[in-house]
């Protein structure tokens, strides 16, 4: 497309979604349900289309991108009514007994999403699903590296037979993207941007929208920690963090890439995590990266770390990493390292992963959280409760206790980062929240009253109540049973005429 196209497809987008909005949301639901039906008959072709252009495994495509999809979409369709249903709000002081207040949500208008390449399917899906069930049109930009991904991503929603306009996948570069999507104040873009990916990108694009004070929700990177006690079972550690550390080549923003591990669990959990390591099988556990360019990236880094002294404890079969004849880089498990090195201080989106001792829970606090990221993280403990007091104490959106990675799967749980990790929530109510402005509604249930107490004419009396009132509020019980008669004389305002 070019990039001028943009704002005609925004002109429809937005006619097509004032009859959409208005729409009850069963109708909604029902459209969507078409787009499960679809899905349901082309498992097989889209997760081909997923390997194809992303080099990720046809089983992992499947288990996570195209199996959470279905179950997210089912849970954001059952759930959705609620999510949106009109919410009360509880009084706040008995001072304003006459007001009841309530919450009403709107969609935003034109929602646009800008998604990456490493779960091209899975990432989008949820998002345009949710929004469209709150009752907004989308404009959909996946990554340039995915471009099969989004046209199954049109197809399947033109399964879903919407209103024309509604939906709309768009093929623009990825530099033109966000400056379109945004635009300007003579030329308004969408009305809420999504995007996934780079923190440096993140950044471009929040100073893009700030002119239009446009909302983001921006789920950025990450360089997620596990925290491995002494109480840990070193070998289900151990396999939970193999698949959390080179599952999807270790392209996942929310992968582990530093694994704490206390001293007296040290050398048993190296020991099965190196040894589960070497039996990684390339083209059957581990798939290639994503592109070239990604993997001179990673090389960088991790060349980095080996001339600072890291040492590599353990690396999948197949070709070393400096190896450019193809995409493939073996897991590659490091010790030996220093906070000064990219595995400890950058994100590294491909398949290494740092083993580093502590001494004490304290100690794997202070180096889990030395980071700018805080996407998530994990505690590996048979002590369930003082797991969750240290899961607590993590410096991260999503924390999780004997697993990690997985979270992104439930689609009842918020899904976002502290930090350079991104800000706002996709996923889970919160995420469906996101879709909408929220309007509060304040009805006064005593219209035939007079007057407040606060509204003009202003008096001394007036004045002497208002001050009462603060008495009775932060006084002790003396104090406030001297000031209860102002008060009442302060209230009979409300029956003067």
């Known amino acids: 497309m070019k990039r001028e196209e943009l704002a005609s497809i925004i002109v429809r ?17 029902a459209h969507l349900k078409k787009a499960a039906s679809y899905l349901a008959a082309h498992v097989d072709d889209i997760s081909e289309t997923i390997h194809r252009e992303n080099g990720k495994l046809p089983l992992d495509a499947l288990a996570a991108e195209l199996v959470p999809a279905v179950m997210a979409l089912g849970y954001y369709r059952r759930m959705g009514r609620r999510f949106l249903a009109e919410a009360p709000v509880g009084m706040g002081s008995l001072l304003m007994f006459n007001k009841r207040s309530s919450l009403i949500y709107k969609p935003w208008g034109v ?68 400056p379109a999507f945004i635009g300007s104040a003579a030329a308004p873009g969408v009305d809420k941007l999504f995007f996934t990916g780079s923190t440096a990108t993140g950044r471009e694009l929040m100073a893009l929208a700030a002119p239009r004070l446009l909302p983001l929700v921006l789920e950025l990177g990450g360089a997620d920690a596990a925290i491995v006690r002494e109480d840990a079972a070193p070998d289900r550690a151990a396999r939970g963090l193999v698949w959390a550390a080179f599952s999807n080549a270790g392209q996942s923003c929310g992968g582990v890439q530093r694994i704490i591990v206390h001293r007296k669990v040290y050398d048993a959990f190296l020991e099965k995590f ?27 880094q991790i ?31 490091l010790t030996g390292v220093t906070p000064d090195m990219p595995v400890m201080n950058e994100e590294i989106f491909g ?13 794997a606090l202070r180096i889990a959280n030395a980071s700018s990221y805080g996407l998530t993280g994990s505690v ?30 439930l689609a009842e749980t918020p899904w976002g980062g502290f930090g350079d990790s991104g800000l706002g929530r996709t996923h889970g109510e919160a995420g469906f929240k996101e879709m909408v402005k929220v309007q509060v509604v304040v009805d006064d249930i005593l219209p035939a009253v007079g007057r407040n107490i606060f509204w003009h004419p202003y008096s001394e009396k007036v004045s002497a109540g208002l001050k009462a009132l603060i008495r009775v509020l932060t006084g002790g019980p003396g104090r406030r049973l001297a000031a209860l008669p102002e008060v009442f004389r302060i209230f009979l305002r409300y029956w003067e005429k």
């Open 111 to 178: 929602v646009g999403i800008i998604s990456p390449w490493n779960y091209p399917f899975a990432i989008p899906f949820s998002e345009v699903v949710m929004a469209l069930l709150a009752g907004n049109a989308v404009l959909l930009k996946t990554a340039s590296l995915t471009p099969g991904v989004g046209c199954s991503l049109e197809e399947l929603f033109r399964a879903a037979e919407l209103p024309e306009g509604l939906f709309t996948y768009v093929e623009l570069p990825g530099r033109e993207a966000g």
């Open 13 to 29: 987008a937005r006619e097509a979604q004032k009859a959409w909005a208005v729409l009850p949301y069963g109708k909604r639901s």
């Open 303 to 333: 060349e980095a770390c080996l001339a600072k002294g890291a040492q590599i404890a353990a690396k999948s079969e197949g070709a070393f990493f400096q190896d450019a004849a193809a995409a493939a880089v073996p897991a590659l498990a």
């Open 380 to 409: 590996w403990s048979r002590n369930r409760r003082r797991a969750r007091e240290l899961a607590a104490r993590i410096n991260a959106g999503a924390v999780m206790i004997n697993d990690h990675l997985m979270s992104h799967g």
């Open 351 to 363: 398949p290494v992963a740092a083993v580093i001792p502590a001494s004490d829970d304290e100690e």
């Open 274 to 300: 190196c040894a589960l390591i070497r039996g990684l099988r390339q083209g059957i556990d581990l798939g290639p990266m994503a592109s070239l360019k990604q993997k001179q990236t990673v090389c960088r």
